[in-house]
Protein backbone atom coordinates (compact mmCIF):
# COMPACT_ATOMS: atom_id res chain seq x y z
CA UNK A 1 0.00 0.00 0.00
CA UNK A 2 1.50 3.33 -0.73
CA UNK A 3 -0.14 6.65 0.88
CA UNK A 4 1.00 10.42 -0.02
CA UNK A 5 1.07 13.32 2.51
CA UNK A 6 1.28 17.12 1.52
CA UNK A 7 2.65 18.90 4.84
CA UNK A 8 3.28 22.81 5.81
CA UNK A 9 5.65 23.63 8.31
CA UNK A 10 5.36 26.92 9.65
CA UNK A 11 7.48 28.22 12.81
CA UNK A 12 11.73 29.38 12.39
CA UNK A 13 11.63 26.73 9.57
CA UNK A 14 13.52 28.16 7.18
CA UNK A 15 17.48 29.26 7.26
CA UNK A 16 17.84 25.82 9.61
CA UNK A 17 18.78 23.15 7.03
CA UNK A 18 14.98 21.98 7.87
CA UNK A 19 14.58 21.14 3.92
CA UNK A 20 18.24 19.26 3.26
CA UNK A 21 17.37 17.09 6.76
CA UNK A 22 13.73 16.11 5.04
CA UNK A 23 15.85 15.22 2.09
CA UNK A 24 18.09 13.10 3.75
CA UNK A 25 15.46 11.21 5.75
CA UNK A 26 13.32 11.13 2.95
CA UNK A 27 16.41 8.78 0.54
CA UNK A 28 17.05 6.88 4.05
CA UNK A 29 13.94 5.45 3.80
CA UNK A 30 12.95 5.07 0.23
CA UNK A 31 9.89 8.03 0.23
CA UNK A 32 9.32 9.59 -2.81
CA UNK A 33 8.03 13.36 -3.41
CA UNK A 34 9.81 16.70 -2.85
CA UNK A 35 10.43 19.56 -0.19
CA UNK A 36 10.46 23.56 -0.74
CA UNK A 37 10.68 26.69 1.12
CA UNK A 38 7.12 28.79 0.28
CA UNK A 39 7.59 32.84 0.16
CA UNK A 40 5.57 33.21 3.33
CA UNK A 41 8.57 31.78 5.47
CA UNK A 42 6.49 28.25 5.42
CA UNK A 43 8.35 24.69 4.64
CA UNK A 44 5.86 22.69 2.29
CA UNK A 45 6.63 19.08 1.55
CA UNK A 46 4.99 15.94 -0.07
CA UNK A 47 5.69 12.26 1.04
CA UNK A 48 4.72 9.24 -0.93
CA UNK A 49 5.69 5.91 0.12
CA UNK A 50 5.20 3.28 2.66
CA UNK A 51 2.89 3.78 5.41
CA UNK A 52 5.21 3.99 8.14
CA UNK A 53 8.15 5.70 6.55
CA UNK A 54 5.64 8.53 5.45
CA UNK A 55 4.30 8.99 9.32
CA UNK A 56 8.05 8.96 10.42
CA UNK A 57 8.83 11.80 7.99
CA UNK A 58 5.49 13.74 9.24
CA UNK A 59 6.68 13.14 12.64
CA UNK A 60 9.68 14.93 11.96
CA UNK A 61 8.45 17.54 10.05
CA UNK A 62 6.78 18.27 13.68
CA UNK A 63 9.80 18.88 15.51
CA UNK A 64 12.76 19.67 12.60
CA UNK A 65 16.37 20.13 12.73
CA UNK A 66 17.81 21.19 15.59
CA UNK A 67 17.18 25.16 15.25
CA UNK A 68 13.98 25.30 14.25
CA UNK A 69 10.99 25.82 16.18
CA UNK A 70 7.78 24.53 14.73
CA UNK A 71 4.59 25.99 15.94
CA UNK A 72 2.10 24.63 13.32
CA UNK A 73 2.13 21.87 11.11
CA UNK A 74 -0.85 20.90 8.64
CA UNK A 75 -0.98 17.47 7.04
CA UNK A 76 -3.16 16.50 4.36
CA UNK A 77 -3.64 13.11 2.88
CA UNK A 78 -3.65 13.21 -1.24
CA UNK A 79 -4.03 10.59 -3.59
CA UNK A 80 -1.07 8.98 -4.46
CA UNK A 81 0.78 10.01 -7.88
CA UNK A 82 3.57 7.24 -8.31
CA UNK A 83 5.93 9.69 -8.01
CA UNK A 84 9.88 8.26 -7.97
CA UNK A 85 12.84 10.31 -6.18
CA UNK A 86 12.86 12.85 -3.96
CA UNK A 87 13.60 16.39 -4.45
CA UNK A 88 14.24 19.90 -2.16
CA UNK A 89 13.52 22.98 -4.38
Same mark, same amino acid.
Given at each position: ????????????? *??????????E +?? &?? &? %??? %??? +?????? *?????F?????A?????????? %?????????? *????????????????
Open positions: MTVRRRVLVTGRV *QGVGFRYAVL +RA &RM &R %GVA %GWV +RNLPTG *QVEAAEGDPSVEALVDYCGR %GPLGASVRDI *QVTDVTPTGETGFSAG
